[in-house]
């Protein structure tokens, strides 16, 4: 399995670590295990955040960073060993582990974690944290303040200011590193898979779950533990619901299928979406629809560099799907004034992509200083314009009702410009048809 080799981490941490002030700390809790109902629990997914500091998968655990700190600046809170609760629920690292495997300095159980952890943050000037993304954490670290604070007299000093770690951390996950790139590549390798699987299986009269099962069963034969989002798979007139999520509906012939998914891999997502008509053959309408969206695709990437800011490939592909819903007839008008009074938001509502990492919609900023940031290699994104013409829509011919087109692909920008991460699933109007044409 393709993985963040243990090196990666201890890396992180010390880049994160030279970029805080100081004497100071940082800490940041383990995902808490979530549950579906009552004895069952949804399938245990570590926080980003955590998991980039780490790579340690376990829940119950608290990493503390302390920049300078002789006697080990890295020191993991985690559950102890335990052969009764192991042979229920599976193996744990234990704090031996901690630091044999996962690198850690010191590590400690993490029942003794407000005994410990104040005495560890007591005289550190400054606190990073995840502020407000964790109320019953934010408790814990004013408790373990408040500690401090009922000792002043004896000495102690709380510290005095308060930052959100997000900052450099989601700054550093912006950048995609070698081994990363690997991982993602990896994901979107099986994701495309996973695609063709689907659009060589698919026949009027399944469901719309039948091929998502296509796709669950590629992605676990990939060894993805799971997807990176609920998979969309959208026929007919569901096409046109941007987070369709129900998955239920009959294929029909002469209907287009729109399938937005991806799977994971070490917490690392992709996300792509195509979309096919269900009998194999493209409609007059479905492919003229069709061929705008892939065209302002193309002209996307071509504004995707390190010279190039964020918004101009939304740009791109609002001049292109403007342009051509007006030769269509479904707009009327000047393009230039369709595009200043965003009347093609009827259409295409949505942005023309976002960051991609450990979480779909990564984090990083999308303006610095109030301007578009400006694109730099190692930045991952997608870019996924589309047209949806609402079966409801009494403004345009009965012909165009109902048909949703989305296109989406991830990227990585490189100094030449960028690298197409998800090539391996076809897109062009005959590519599909060939690929579907070999499948029946
Ligand atoms: N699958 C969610 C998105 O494309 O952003
Ligand atoms: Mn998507
Ligand atoms: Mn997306």
Redesign the pocket.
Known sequence: MIHIPRAEYTRRRKALMAQMVPNSIAILPAAAVAIRNRDVEHVYRQDSDFQYLSGFPEPAAVIVLMPGRQHGEYVLFCRERNAERELWDGLRAGTEGAIRDFGADDAFPITDIDDILPGLIEGRDRVYSAMGSNAEFDRHLMEWINVIRSKAHLGAQPPNEFVALDHLLHDMRLYKSAAELKVMREAARISCAAHVKAMQASRAGLHEFSLEAELDYEFRKGGAKMPAYGSIVAAGRNSCILHYQRNDALLKDGDLVLIDAGCEIDCYAS?ITRTWPVNGKFSPEQKAIYEIVLASQEAAFAQIGPDKHWNQAHEATVQVITAGLVRLGLLQGDVDELIASEAYKTFYMHRAG?WLGMD?HDVGEYKVGGEWRVLEVGMAL?V?PGIYISPDNLNVAKKWRGIGVRI?DDVVVTKQGCEILTRGVPKTVAEIEALMAAAR
Request: overall charge negative; glycine content about 0%.
């Open positions: 996300d976002h779909v997608t996924e989406e």
